[in-house]
């Protein structure tokens, strides 16, 4: 969108990386010998600085797949579920970022595969009557008039109806894991309920956000890694990769089967190192990876509002929409000449009540639409027209081909001041909270007691 000035007239305006075993191969004779390392504090195993590995493997090259418990997860399997996330990307990816989004993708699935497992030891195994509801579910919402159409699209993009139907079932059977095991010992006392509902009184007024997030987990021994996959998903995303995908496939937290939203937070309720950067966000952006307890986070800021207050983004609005059009092969003088005119005639307007019969005199037109929520407005209009009063205008925007026009506000009639949660939405997000921290150590107690060969 081209936003012109009334005077000046027309203007342009991916995961840890897991290691395979090398082949095993004789050390040469003329090896060098390596320092005998003492153990640290810093490095508790006493590794020399120098080690030698053992044959030639090339660690970009080395094949993604595993066997976990048993259950074999082949190239295939990653190739499908990596097509679901490279489909939702508008930039090419390139091969080096590629091959760390395999390795990503390849934890996932064993992941998936660990909760699938862990439900059917529990005798709590997922039944196919609910894959396939919540199948036919997502295909409706995606190809409302023709659902059959998912099956299509997913083996034209280089995935497969049964690779998304795997990760319903990880999810499904993850759900029904925490639902028994995690929350019935999840309490929260009324008390604690009440304190939250006068902290938030005593905030009214002051921002709350509502984020994205993808979480990834590190350690001292693999933090490295771990960043440098968080840096190739942000610059994914930054090149127009899908937050809601790449969250889905990637995001440790619990809110990834929501597309990594956190719903609204206030700062108090984030980390330190996420609360600074959301502070100097604005609604749109990315920040990160950003380094807290545990691991990284990259965070998107998906919209900004005051606690207990309106949500100006639910203002109802009156407008008018006043717009010329130009003859195909129109000169750019003409063009200009014809944009000043209409920006004197927009400086000249004193009100809502001109705009008719003014416009019909220099051949503009004129729309009105008295119920129009501010929230579907382009984001870069919303924010002008949101500051003005009645009867002002937007600037001059728009260009030669698709014309040219101003918004005027003509009326607005504001939501009703937001009342505090409920005391059981707020119990909810307490819940939620401990639930997934509880969640997150659950999923690292069936990794270490997992039997997992690498090939």
């Known amino acids: 969108m081209k936003l012109f000035s009334k005077k000046a007239g027309l203007k342009t305006r991916s995961g840890v990386m897991l290691a395979g075993l090398a082949a095993l191969a004789m050390v040469p004779a003329s090896a060098p010998a390596q320092t005998v390392a003492v153990p640290t504090a810093n490095n508790p195993f006493g590794l020399p600085e120098d080690v030698t590995i053992f044959g030639n493997a090339d660690p970009d090259r080395r094949t993604a797949t595993a066997v976990v418990n048993g259950y074999v997860i082949t190239g295939t399997d990653i190739d499908q579920r990596v097509a679901l996330v490279t489909s939702a990307s508008e930039a090419p990816i390139p091969e080096e970022e590629l091959l760390r989004l395999r390795v990503q993708v390849l934890r996932n699935l064993i992941d998936e595969t660990l909760k699938v497992q862990a439900a059917e030891a529990a005798e709590m195994k997922v039944v196919r009557e609910e894959v396939e509801q919540t199948y036919q579910q997502l295909a409706a919402q995606n190809f409302a008039t023709e659902p059959k159409k998912m099956d299509e699209y997913l083996l034209s ?9 795997r990760q319903i079932e990880g999810e499904i059977a993850w759900e029904n894991l925490l639902r028994r095991n995690i ?28 984020l994205g997030e993808i979480y990834l987990s590190a350690t001292s021994e693999n933090r490295e890694a771990v960043l440098a996959n968080a840096q190739a998903i942000m610059q994914q995303l930054q090149q127009g990769g899908s937050f809601v995908a790449y969250a889905r496939q990637f995001s440790e937290a619990t809110t990834a089967v929501v597309g990594g939203d956190l719903g609204w937070v206030r700062l108090g309720q984030l980390p330190p190192q996420l609360a600074d950067s959301a502070r100097q966000m604005q609604a749109g952006q990315l920040q990160g990876p950003i380094e807290i307890p545990g691991g990284f986070s990259i965070i998107y800021l998906i919209n900004k509002r005051q606690v207990l207050m309106a949500d100006p983004n639910e203002a109802l609005l009156n407008l008018k929409q006043i717009a010329i059009n ?73 260009g030669v081909e698709e014309g040219v026009r101003v918004l005027m506000l003509c009326g607005r009639d504001d939501p009703a001041d937001a009342g505090a949660p409920t005391f059981a939405a707020v119990m909810d997000d307490i819940e939620q909270e401990r639930i997934n921290k509880r969640a997150q150590r659950y999923l690292r107690d069936l990794r270490n007691d997992a039997y997992i060969e690498y090939n």
Do not use: H
Not at 157 to 165: A, T
Not at 366 to 387: F, G, H, M, W, Y
């Open 157 to 165: 993009i280089g995935s497969s109806p049964d690779s998304l139907k």
């Open 183 to 210: 929350m019935p010992f999840v309490n929260v006392s009324a008390e604690e309920v009440n304190d939250v509902l006068a902290r938030l009184e005593a905030s009214r007024g002051t921002d709350e956000y509502r």
């Open 326 to 398: 130009f003859e195909p092969g129109v000169s750019e003088a003409e063009a200009e000449a014809k944009v000043n005119e209409f920006g004197a005639f927009v400086e000249s307007l004193r009100g809502c009540g001109d705009v008719e019969a003014g416009a019909t005199a220099i051949g503009a037109q004129v729309v009105t639409n008295d119920q129009i929520k501010a929230a579907s407005l382009p984001e870069q209009l919303r924010a002008i027209i949101l500051n003005l009063q009645i009867g002002q205008t937007t600037p001059l925007f728009g």
